[in-house]
């Protein structure tokens, strides 16, 4: 089935650590992919977005994320946290396919930053 | 105001009525998407529109009905609530499907 996975429902880092948030997805073709972040009780905010070119994407609060094409991967990347990255973080993929545009999360991580 | 707004913030509602989510969007952006967020299950697409007069199902439609009659709008209806549909819900617009969606606070609503 079509599907975006977040394998990792939570994690916990200490601030300063570095930190790597999984996503895979299924869909036949290369989709468009997003990594967005959501604080608690607002609305979602887009850290990166990859769809042609570099592998290796830079977005904004310091994170990257790289898209390997073989794994069906694009993992986002921070190599150091802060306190300030404990957040909600949802991987997107935009699906282009028999005349149906949608854009579909997965379940999302949440992070906690430990001091 | 440029931006996406949703209204109401906050619904509550008795079952089996029918309530209407509204989305607004002032960017003439060509997409649209209605989503629910609840804890364990991230978020879940119920609606989506390319443009206006045509929308298809997400995810997880049952029970919803959407229409986008313009561009600028997309409301949402849960045409006879349950208790299942206590969720918050999103908007969102793009104006291409590679480009950054754009979401609004959310409506959170509580079906009694």
């Known amino acids: 089935a079509q599907s975006v996975t977040q394998p990792d429902i939570h994690i916990t880092v200490s601030e300063g650590a570095s930190l790597e948030l999984r996503c895979n997805y299924s869909y036949g073709a290369t989709p468009y992919l997003f990594w967005y972040v959501q604080s608690p009780g607002q609305g979602l905010q887009l850290l990166l977005k990859?769809?042609?070119?570099?592998?290796l994407v830079q977005g904004i609060k310091g994170f990257e994320a790289e898209f390997k094409r073989s794994q069906s991967s694009f993992n986002l990347r921070k190599p150091s946290v802060h306190w300030s990255d404990a957040a909600e973080y949802f991987c997107?993929?935009?699906?282009?396919?028999?005349?149906?545009?949608?854009?579909?999360f997965g379940k999302g991580t949440k992070l906690t930053v430990n001091p | 105001d440029a931006g996406i707004t949703q209204s109401p913030r906050y619904k509550i509602t008795e079952t089996g009525r029918q309530v209407t989510l509204m989305c607004h969007q002032t960017?003439?952006?060509?997409?649209m998407f209605w989503y629910r967020q609840d804890l364990g299950h991230g978020l879940r697409l119920i609606y989506y529109?390319?443009?206006?007069?045509?929308?298809d199902k997400g995810e997880v439609p049952d029970g919803y009905v959407v229409s986008r009659s313009k561009t600028e709008n997309f409301p949402l209806t849960l045409e006879s609530a349950t208790r299942s549909q206590t969720s918050v819900y999103f908007c969102?617009?793009?104006?291409?499907?590679?480009?950054?969606?754009?979401f609004g606070q959310g409506t959170r609503l509580t079906v009694v």
């Open positions: 529109s390319a443009a206006a007069d045509i929308t």
């Open positions: 990859y769809f042609s070119g570099d592998t």
């Open positions: 997107a993929v935009g699906v282009a396919q028999g005349g149906s545009e949608k854009l579909v």
């Open positions: 960017w003439s952006h060509s997409y």
């Open positions: 969102a617009s793009s104006d291409r499907l590679n480009t950054e969606a754009f």
